[in-house]
């Protein structure tokens, strides 16, 4: 029988104790937080940071723009697209293929937007991290050294054994300064997914910059595509628990100044993860397309044909599509305050 709404108990939430505590302090909501970031002249205008820079060229009149050149941060977003690491690739007495990464921790500075230095820590010195390639039923050896300023581990989505998990507390765990270990497991399921640390506190540990992807090609490989990488990030440049920044692989506004080169009629194929801290949701949107959008790659099938998908925290999923037109399209989030921070840039379609 079904339970009459009334006798339902009427348990107090944390959210309703935040908008409760907040409305009794008379703060409007908006004030608080990131909103007084977005209000000041210099953190919001990155136009205004950058006189002379490459972003200041017409064809980006009414957008904030402005992104820090890669060869300056010492990351290059371009690059990071279709940088797929195989690994060191053999083969077991058994047959199988077997890959190896060598991942070292440690800390580094990086001017994420011109003038903004952000002291990250990254997987092999970048933000993100390499983006581990295999196929279905590789066996994975990833050999770790932390060489960081605190304990970290790497733990991946997939599926594995517990002490595989890199999780502080379970098997070896905390990997200290200094320390090194050798995660061992099979590629499965195939999609794509992603690695973080896990140590806690668990979100700057993540925020700061310790996350990559990591993609499981099926057995039988998928269509022929001009394949391509996008992690969505935020950065917390200035303490508290929201972002100032956001970007699609590393560098805010990037794709503006260095649009993502396409062919028109070709497949072009993104996996596309979400790593974002303190925002619960982010959002990809392309202009004048649609795409078939494959929830954490682990399908054959589509989900949906559409403009717009968001993802959570840690989800991630495939997108497929074919430019029809010539030209410059927008992509980005359709929240547009992360957009307006960092979160947008242009695909440049060729003949
Ligand atoms: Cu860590
Ligand atoms: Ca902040
Ligand atoms: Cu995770």
Same mark, same amino acid.
């Given at each position: +029988?079904?339970?009459?709404?009334? %006798?339902?108990? &009427?348990?107090?939430?944390?959210?309703?104790?935040?908008?409760?505590?907040?409305?009794?302090?008379?703060?409007?909501?908006?004030?608080?937080?990131?909103?007084?970031? &977005? *209000?000041?002249?210099?953190?919001?205008?990155? %136009?205004?940071?950058?006189?002379?820079? *490459?972003?200041?060229?017409?064809?980006?009149?009414?957008?904030?723009?402005?992104?820090?050149?890669?060869?300056?941060? =010492?990351?290059?977003?371009?690059?990071?697209?279709?940088?797929?690491?195989?690994?060191?690739?053999?083969?077991?007495?058994?047959?199988?293929?077997?890959?190896?990464?060598?991942?070292?921790?440690?800390?580094?500075?990086?001017?994420? *937007?011109?003038?903004?230095?952000?002291?990250?820590?990254? @997987?092999?010195?970048?933000?993100? =991290?390499?983006?581990?390639?295999?196929?279905?039923?590789?066996?994975?050896? $990833?050999?770790?050294?932390?060489?960081?300023?605190?304990?970290?581990?790497?733990?991946?989505? =997939?599926?594995?054994? *517990?002490?595989?998990?890199? %999780?502080?507390?379970?098997?070896?765990?905390?990997?200290?300064? =200094?320390?090194?270990?050798?995660?061992?497991?099979?590629?499965? #399921?195939?999609?794509? /997914?992603? @690695?973080?640390?896990?140590?806690?506190?668990?979100?700057?540990? $993540?925020?700061?910059?310790?996350?990559?992807?990591?993609?499981?090609?099926?057995?039988?490989?998928?269509?022929?595509?001009?394949?391509?990488?996008?992690? +969505?990030?935020? @950065?917390? %440049?200035?303490?508290?628990?929201?972002?100032?920044?956001?970007? &699609?692989?590393?560098?805010?506004?990037?794709?503006?100044?260095?649009?993502?080169?396409?062919?028109?009629?070709?497949? &072009?194929?993104?996996?596309?993860?979400? $790593?974002?801290?303190?925002?619960?949701?982010?959002?990809?949107?392309?202009?004048?397309?649609?795409?078939? @959008?494959? #929830?954490?790659?682990?399908?054959?099938?589509?989900?949906?044909?559409?403009?717009?998908? +968001?993802?959570?925290?840690?989800?991630?999923?495939?997108?497929?599509?074919?430019? #029809?037109?010539?030209?410059?399209?927008?992509?980005?989030? /359709?929240?547009?305050?992360?957009?307006?921070?960092?979160?947008?840039?242009?695909?440049?379609?060729?003949?």
């Amino acid at each position: +029988m079904k339970r009459p709404l009334h %006798t339902a108990p &009427v348990m107090p939430s944390r959210r309703g104790m935040l908008f409760g505590a907040a409305a009794a302090a008379t703060v409007p909501l908006t004030m608080l937080g990131r909103d007084q970031a &977005v *209000a000041q002249p210099g953190v919001m205008d990155h %136009t205004a940071m950058t006189p002379g820079s *490459a972003s200041n060229h017409a064809g980006h009149a009414g957008f904030p723009s402005g992104s820090v050149p890669p060869e300056r941060a =010492g990351i290059d977003p371009t690059a990071i697209l279709r940088d797929f690491d195989k690994g060191k690739v053999s083969t077991l007495p058994d047959g199988r293929t077997l890959r190896e990464w060598e991942i070292t921790a440690y800390d580094r500075d990086i001017e994420i *937007a011109p003038g903004v230095t952000y002291p990250g820590w990254t @997987y092999n010195g970048r933000i993100p =991290g390499p983006s581990l390639w295999a196929q279905e039923g590789d066996a994975l050896r $990833i050999h770790f050294t932390n060489a960081g300023s605190h304990p970290h581990t790497m733990h991946f989505h =997939g599926v594995h054994r *517990a002490e595989m998990d890199g %999780t502080a507390g379970i098997g070896a765990g905390s990997i200290l300064p =200094g320390q090194r270990f050798t995660y061992e497991f099979d590629a499965e #399921p195939f999609g794509t /997914h992603l @690695y973080h640390c896990h140590q806690s506190p668990l979100a700057p540990h $993540i925020a700061k910059g310790l996350y990559g992807a990591f993609i499981v090609e099926p057995k039988a490989g998928r269509p022929e595509a001009d394949e391509m990488i996008m992690v +969505m990030n935020g @950065y917390n %440049t200035d303490g508290g628990d929201d972002n100032e920044f956001y970007s &699609v692989n590393g560098l805010p506004f990037h794709f503006m100044d260095h649009p993502v080169q396409v062919t028109k009629g070709q497949l &072009v194929r993104i996996h596309l993860i979400n $790593i974002l801290e303190y925002d619960p949701i982010n959002s990809f949107h392309v202009h004048g397309n649609f795409f078939n @959008y494959y #929830p954490t790659g682990t399908s054959l099938t589509p989900s949906e044909f559409t403009d717009t998908i +968001m993802q959570a925290q840690g989800q991630r999923g495939i997108l497929e599509m074919r430019f #029809p037109h010539p030209g410059k399209y927008m992509f980005h989030a /359709h929240k547009t305050e992360f957009a307006e921070l960092g979160w947008m840039g242009f695909f440049e379609v060729s003949d």
